[in-house]
């Protein structure tokens, strides 16, 4: 047998970068979800108030879960969901047809809901269908 060197040992993280980068996720997910519960930032478009609504209604959140989209089409217009996310989006928005388009994009991102009005390109968008 011939000489086998030490394999060198790695150094332990100190437990004060340990605690910091735990106390600085925490105080950084707390900030967040303070913002989120207040309405003041969206879940991929979508308001607290509005999450909340959908998923405290059994029947919406077990249609979603079991991809059954005909219930769940009918159950986001009987709970008025779209409304609700549009009534959020308004003040920032001033033309109402790109205030339908992105309610729509949004509807259609999350559930694979597709307006009336409305056609997937190829790129994934929800554009108006021709009137022709």
Avoid: C
Avoid at 69 to 76: A, F, G, K, P, W
Avoid at 121 to 128: A, F, K, T
């Amino acid at each position: 047998m011939g000489y086998v060197p030490p394999i060198p040992k790695q150094p332990k993280p100190k437990l004060p970068v340990v605690l910091t980068t735990l106390l600085g996720a925490s105080f950084l997910g707390a900030v967040w979800a303070v913002l989120f519960a207040t309405n003041l930032v969206t879940l991929g478009g979508i308001p607290y108030s509005v999450l909340m609504t959908f998923w405290q209604d059994p029947i919406a959140r077990n249609a979603y879960l079991g991809s059954n989209d005909e219930v769940l089409h009918n159950r986001i217009s009987e709970l008025g969901i779209e409304a609700a996310i549009k009534a959020y989006h308004r003040p920032k928005m001033g033309d109402s047809n790109r205030l339908d388009q992105l309610t729509h994009q949004i509807l259609y991102n999350h559930t694979g809901y597709i307006g009336e009005a409305y056609q997937v390109s190829d790129s994934g968008r929800l554009v108006p269908r021709d009137s022709n």
